[in-house]
């Protein structure tokens, strides 16, 4: 198994632990997603892949119709997606993925979070070299040889397929999200949920004390509405 493998298998997922929460970031997903492309799902494949993510959270198909018709409303704000790099204490990269309608507001939050941590908020490009930027995609395992449609996929970018206990999982680079996703769907393969990631290239062991002043932080970071991702390199 591979890096995109551990990483997800040793990562704690507190953002989602209030679904409430999983939700409203969701909804900003749709707003933006119908901003770019239009309320229909069948012509706006970034909107096809929110509303995935929306079913894979048990998000009610009232809650998606409604944050759709929403974001289709002239006067519905815009969101922006804003990257945020620094460190937190120990040399620890921090990657912080925003989505906000105020970058004035999240630029003094995110700010004082690593100010009030001992951390420090770097500039762009300080730490986004340090990890690899990938897509993944979840699909219905069955009916499918994970070795056979490992061997198709590599075709269009993939990198690692590997089965768990919700289905087949297939990492592939960034760039790669377009065309896995068309493939999949032009072969009628159910596509659970899909999503980025960014993986460290290096990560640091810490002791208990040291992991404590770090967390500290990223729980400060990730109870932020404006964050909707964040990825460190502090050993799991």
């Known amino acids: 198994m591979g890096r995109a493998f551990e990483f997800r298998k040793a990562r704690k997922m507190k953002r989602w632990s209030a679904m409430s929460k999983a939700f409203t970031r969701i909804g900003k997903d749709i707003v933006m997603a119908v901003k770019e492309g239009g309320p229909d799902p069948d012509s706006n494949s970034r909107l096809r892949a929110v509303i995935q993510n929306a079913k894979s ?19 519905q704000g815009d969101f922006k997606e804003v990257l945020f790099e620094g460190y937190a204490p120990h040399g620890i990269a921090i990657l912080i993925e925003t989505a906000t309608d105020n970058n004035t507001r999240t630029v003094a939050n995110i700010r004082s979070y690593f100010n009030k941590c001992d951390g420090n908020l770097g500039t762009s490009g300080s730490v986004e070299f340090m990890f690899d930027h990938t897509c993944n995609f979840r699909i219905n395992a069955e009916g499918i040889d994970p070795e056979e449609i490992e061997l198709d996929m590599i075709d269009f970018g993939a990198e690692e397929v590997f ?26 393969i159910e596509i659970l949920s899909s999503g980025f990631e960014r993986i460290p290239q290096i990560t640091k062991e810490l002791s208990p004390e040291q992991r404590e002043e770090v967390e500290k932080l990223l729980e400060k970071i990730e109870e932020d509405d404006d964050v909707q991702n964040v990825f460190h390199s502090m050993r799991d």
């Open 163 to 188: 089965v768990d206990d919700d289905g087949i999982l297939i990492y592939a680079p960034f760039e790669s999200f377009g065309s896995i996703q068309k493939e999949l769907e032009s072969r009628n």
């Open 57 to 75: 959270v048990n998000m009610p198909k009232d809650n998606i119709e409604r944050a759709i018709k929403r974001a289709s409303d002239k006067s």
